[in-house]
């Protein structure tokens, strides 16, 4: 199954930062009515936010409309497509009642209110639905483990490269902010350019950043 949204219902983050770990393939949906974790959930892998007024009353009713809103929320802003799956985790810790000693997790598939539109689904369609993907040298959609430890001299060589899953973020100095040296770093996969501000003013690193950009 190739889920189109996962909801995380959450107030503490630790749900979220450990989905986030391991890079779903699907994009994360956090529930939350805590600001301060909606605002961290923006520079973790995937995740989005949906702020409530309160924490979800530890109810069925509740908990039921509560993901109904989610499923909505995320059919309307472009996260999900309708008629897709949804993976939905729900925790008493997320409830107003999250003071129980005992913690108790419930982990079902639900579906995206809404007609499924396969021309939507992207890498997300099945591949019998996509000439792309069936000419694809790689599935996208796919978490990918590469090997680190059996290395021989073919494999070295094979044309066919693995996709790179990591990004690389460089700080850039005085020593370093010149065009040939950041067409190097470029060269050498940098994804990111870092400016550490307290070292400089905006006045000098506009023209760096203009050079990055070239």
Known sequence: MKPGMMVVFSEGGTAARMIAKYRPSAEVLVVTSNKQLARHCQI??????????????????????????????????????????????????????????????????????????????????????????????????????????????????????????TKIIASLGPVSSNEETIGKLLDAGMDVARFNMAMSTMAKIKPIIKMVRK
């Open 44 to 165: 973790m892998f995937g995740l989005y936010t949906m702020i409530l007024d309160e924490p979800v009353k530890n109810n069925i009713k509740a908990m039921k409309d509560a993901v109904h809103n989610a499923l909505i929320y995320g059919r309307d802003n472009g996260i999900c497509a309708a008629g897709k799956e949804v993976v939905v985790l729900t925790s008493t810790q997320a409830t107003a009642n999250s003071g129980a000693r005992k913690v108790e997790r419930q982990l079902y598939i639900t579906t995206c209110p809404g007609e499924l539109d396969l021309s939507r689904l992207g890498n997300l369609a099945p591949s019998k639905f996509t000439k792309a993907r069936a000419t694809s040298k790689f599935d996208d959609a796919k978490t990918l483990s590469l090997r680190s430890t059996v290395i021989d001299l073919p494999m070295l060589f094979n044309p066919s490269s693995p996709v790179r899953k």
